[in-house]
């Protein structure tokens, strides 16, 4: 005969295990609201204090690297990215996504200050080489261009 308490523990085991298993999942990955939210907040970050800003972007502190979402940022002058996990010092305008698409471009003609506005492209998530659909907020912030990007499936 089986031990009831046993399979009482094995129960529990099992509602704790899937309990905790699937939002894990859905959280694996950063979303549209929490992309935004990261740009409003690297915005007041900027506005604040703009060395200590970019200091925290690029090394993904202060809340400003969450899973697959990071905050980018370039001068709106010449288009050096001042603040990217492997870009850095590239030129923001001659980047394009997977699929040729000149994101950089389009960032660096059209960001507008107190405007957040949004580009799709093609580009792998982070530590992977397949090219995913990814849409970026962004805004210009003083003499930067910054903005935060999330993926589509």
């Given amino acids: 005969m089986r ?14 295990f899937l309990s905790t298993s699937a939002p894990e999942a859905q959280a694996q990955f ?11 907040r690297a915005v007041a970050a900027l506005k604040e204090n703009k060395e200590n800003a970019l ?29 990217h996990p492997h870009l850095k010092g590239e030129h923001l305008q001659d980047i394009v996504g997977k699929k040729g698409y000149p994101l950089g471009k389009v960032i660096m003609e059209t960001a507008t200050e107190g405007k957040i ?10 530590g992977s080489d397949k090219p995913l659909e990814k849409h970026s907020f962004f805004t210009k ?3 930067q ?3 935060v990007g999330y993926y589509k499936g």
């Fill in 141 to 143: 912030v003083a003499d």
């Fill in 55 to 83: 200091a925290m972007f690029n090394k993904g502190e202060g809340g400003f690297k969450d899973r697959d979402l990071y905050v980018f940022c370039a001068n709106a002058s010449d288009g050096t990215l001042t603040a």
């Fill in 145 to 147: 261009n910054c903005g």
């Fill in 30 to 40: 950063g979303t549209e609201q929490e992309a935004k939210a990261m740009l409003n």
């Fill in 3 to 16: 031990n009831p308490a046993f399979a009482i523990g094995q129960a529990a085991v099992l509602l704790l």
């Fill in 117 to 126: 506005d949004q580009v799709t492209y093609w580009w792998p998530r982070p």
